[in-house]
């Protein structure tokens, strides 16, 4: 299962994002992401390429809350060449703008709401959302799975798993503990997010930022 360090806190890029890469570049990680909010343009896409020249996998999740300004966030995306945009649920327009791009496409399942984002929506939907973006030519889904309101989460993870088939199955958001992370891998997630509970400290107290993410890292 991929872990993707995401520099983000509270569904926001933290201010010193590069000052952040630079400190965690030694440890090696190989999928590393950001949010569409919290730093401008110019600073994503120089984050962007740093993160490309650590020879890792670059992610942009975005997290707007209405259908322009995610297609806005995509459009951010696709100029500054990141490797995979997660998020949004504007699946054919998004699709379209990055099409021939190279760039994979993981939009959230369910019914996404607000900031900091929660998740409505069953199983259902979700299993049916997952099929038809997979229908559509997406790479995969970003599910919520830890924000739900509506369904048990790893009910989710499994319904999600089954309207994918062999696509890719990414879980953001809430992911807090090794635990949680045990419990995703079971349920047949592909990789998992951590930014917040990264930055609190919540793998392993009274480490810095590089101990917390040596703790994630040996969970997988």
Known sequence: ??????????????????????????????HIGF????????T?????????????????????????????SARIGKAIGVDRLLGGTEVAAT??????????????????????????????LVEAHCANFIAQGCAGVDLLAYRATEADPLALVRAARRGLGRAALICAGGVDSPARIKALRAAGAD??????????????????????LRAIMSCV
């Open 95 to 124: 699709l379209a703008l990055l099409a021939g791009t190279g760039i994979g496409y993981y939009p959230f399942p369910g019914t996404p709401i607000g900031h900091p984002t929660q998740l409505r929506g069953d199983e259902a």
């Open 35 to 42: 949010k569409d909010i919290g730093a401008d343009a110019e």
């Open 1 to 30: 299962m991929d872990f993707i360090f995401m520099l983000t806190h509270h569904d926001r890029t933290v201010p010193d994002c590069l000052a952040v890469l630079d400190e965690i570049a030694p440890l090696g990680l190989r």
């Open 44 to 72: 994503l896409r120089t984050l962007n390429a740093r993160i490309k020249a650590l020879g890792a996998v670059s992610y942009l999740e975005v997290v707007a809350t209405t259908p322009q300004s995610a297609l806005d």
């Open 191 to 212: 990789g998992f997010t951590v930014g917040s509970a990264a930055f609190d400290g919540g793998f392993a107290p009274g480490e810095t930022l590089a101990g917390q």
